[in-house]
Structure formats: structure tokens, C-alpha cells
Nanobody
């Protein structure tokens, strides 16, 4: 079974930066698509950014494009989300998910399948 653990959230001022980490155990992330999702109170889940662990194709939502960068470390079996120029609207709980037999677009836009694995999430608060 694939286990995912997120970390790196916290409280940051507007304009600040955070780097989220998603560490996988149980399986290597080869052949997986990994996505960062967020859910804010009263809002629907949003696919923020997704990456194919093998071919490094990526997808960014309109809200994250130009500010966030997704990357992966094969040796650490980890996916990162570097978030710069954070805005109060980025306040949410961020989750990573891993799925196979999908594309970065489908993962982020349509969402992971019922066979996907999810972490417990890490809270990001952007406030002055």
C-alpha cells in the first residue's frame, strides 16, 4: 500500500513562500502521477498542480501558474510544491495524491480515481 505524508505548511504573510513536501512510502512513485490539491472552507477541492513522476510532464491550475512550481526527487521518493508570492486566497488545507493510469491534466482537472492514495494534508494559512 502506498502511504503519503505531507509537510511544510504553516502561517505566512502575503507575498511569502512555503515549500510543501509529499513523501511516499510503501511503493516507489515510478509510473505514478502525483497531484497537489487544496480545499478551503466552503469551497470545492481544487487541483493545484500535478506531475508525472516518470516523464516530468506537469499541469498547473490558473491560480497557481507562475507562482507555484512542482518538482520531484527520485532518490527521496518525494514530490515538492514550491509556493511563492502567496496570497490570502491560497489559504487551504493542501493534500497530495498519487494515481496511476492517468495524465497530469486528468489528475488535476477531473481528479484522482477511486484507486488513488491520499495523504492527511497540511494546512497553509496566508495572513498578515
Amino acid at each position: 500500500q502506498l502511504f503519503l505524508v505531507e509537510s511544510g505548511g504553516g502561517l505566512v504573510n502575503p507575498g511569502g513562500s512555503l515549500r510543501l513536501s509529499c513523501v511516499a512510502s510503501g511503493f516507489t512513485l515510478d509510473y505514478y502521477v502525483i497531484g497537489w490539491f487544496r480545499r478551503a472552507p466552503g469551497k470545492e477541492r481544487e487541483g493545484v498542480s500535478c506531475i508525472s513522476f516518470n516523464d516530468l510532464s506537469t499541469y498547473y491550475s490558473d491560480s497557481s501558474k507562475g507562482r507555484f512550481t512542482i518538482s520531484r526527487d527520485v532518490a527521496k521518493n518525494t514530490v515538492y510544491l514550491q509556493m511563492n508570492n502567496l496570497e490570502p486566497e491560497d489559504t487551504a488545507k493542501y493534500y497530495c495524491a498519487a494515481d496511476r493510469i492517468t495524465t497530469v491534466h486528468d489528475m488535476c482537472v477531473t481528479g484522482p480515481s477511486d484507486f488513488s492514495s491520499w495523504g492527511q494534508g497540511t494546512q497553509v494559512n496566508v495572513s498578515s
